[in-house]
């Protein structure tokens, strides 16, 4: 009798104590989330704007469970970033593809040059200029003869009036047979001339050295 007594006299502390279990199991399996994915994806390493994300995909929990719901719903966020790293890894891959700036190119000698067809060397494909880069491909025919190539030239005309006026010099490397220029598309609107191709190596020192290329207009 006295038994009972008690219990009935502290009954309020089973509530309690059933309180703090289910608040420590509530605790237990958020905090079994954190570990397994965190809330935000975890950046452990940025360099050259290549994202490294560090997650898990094995769960061996059942559908109904808390737990793998809330993971479930952090691995959709974590998906649309990889999306993004993906982007990102391609946009660097295709930049250290890319021809370098030829640094050292000189004439010392050239005047001007002289314009020669590039149709028995190369093809030539140039991309939209409504895009954040211009990609300017060249597909040489024959090998061989790059070995007597000294660099390549992206030359920019703003065609106003009838009228070309400079937007753009460079000089490239050579990377092989295919090979890719690109640049920021820094353009303002308008119509524009590209002119792309390569001189040889016996042309350097000529007063009017040989520039064998390929012209196309394209419009912003």
């Not at 939209?128 to 030359?155: G, H, M, T």
């Not at 220029?181 to 042309?203: A, E, H, M, Q």
């Amino acid at each position: 009798m006295k038994v009972k007594v008690l219990i009935d006299k502290y009954k309020w502390l089973t509530t309690i104590f059933w309180i703090i279990i289910t608040a420590t199991v509530t605790w237990l399996i958020d905090k079994s989330c954190d570990r397994i994915i965190p809330e935000d994806p975890v950046v452990v390493r940025e360099v050259l704007d290549t994202i490294k994300i560090v997650h898990s995909y094995d769960f061996g929990l059942p559908n109904d469970s808390v737990v793998h719901a809330k993971l479930r719903e952090r691995l959709d966020n974590i998906e649309l970033v990889e999306e993004y790293e993906n982007k990102i890894i391609k946009q660097i891959k295709e930049r250290r593809e890319s021809n370098s700036l030829k640094l050292d190119a000189s004439f010392p000698n050239a005047k001007g040059y002289s314009q020669k067809s590039a149709v028995p060397y190369f093809s030539l494909n140039i991309s939209s200029l409504q895009n954040d880069f211009i990609e300017i491909k060249l597909s040489f025919i024959n090998e061989s003869v790059l070995r007597y190539i000294y660099c390549l030239s992206l030359k920019i005309f703003k065609v106003e009036r009838d009228k070309e006026c400079y937007v753009l010099d460079e000089h490239y490397n050579v990377n092989g047979k295919e090979n890719l220029i690109r640049i920021v598309n820094t353009l303002p609107k308008g119509l524009y001339k590209f002119s792309v191709g390569f001189t040889f190596k016996k042309d350097r020192n000529a007063v009017y050295p040989n520039v064998y290329q390929l012209s196309k207009m394209l419009e912003k």
